[in-house]
């Protein structure tokens, strides 16, 4: 059974920092698209960041966050710095076998139940 799980959500004041990490099980995921979304009450689930061999970013989280990945670990990380009011979501990890970009959620086949990040001020 094919199973994604974060972890490290939490309170955080605006400016600091969190790391999410996301562990698969159930398969490999090494030649998977790794994705992160968010979803903030009373709005649509967004794409923040994807992780193949190449790294892909929203332009509301580029050069604040960073998305890693530890294959031998079937691990995937968000690591967010400089965090602002608005990054307040659960945010959910995402794995599609199809290892091209697409930031829409509907593109992807395995998700994670999320964590919430709130970020206070």
């Known amino acids: 059974q094919v199973q994604l799980v974060e972890s490290g959500g939490g309170l955080v004041q605006a400016g600091g920092s969190l790391r999410l990490s996301c562990a698969a099980s159930?398969?490999?995921?090494?030649?998977?698209?790794m994705t992160w979304f968010r979803q903030a009450p009373g709005k649509e689930r967004e794409f923040v960041a994807a992780?193949?061999?190449?790294?892909y970013y929203s332009d509301s989280v580029k050069g604040r966050f960073t998305i890693s990945r530890e294959d031998g670990k079937n691990t995937v990380y968000l690591q967010m710095n400089r965090l602002k009011l608005e990054d307040s979501a659960v945010y959910y990890c995402?794995?599609?076998?199809?290892?091209?970009?697409?930031?829409?959620?509907?593109?992807?086949?395995?998700w994670g139940q999320g964590t919430q990040v709130t970020v206070s001020s």
């Open positions: 995402a794995a599609r076998s199809r290892n091209y970009f697409a930031p829409e959620s509907g593109a992807y086949d395995y």
């Open positions: 159930g398969r490999t995921f090494s030649g998977y698209m």
């Open positions: 992780i193949s061999s190449l790294r």
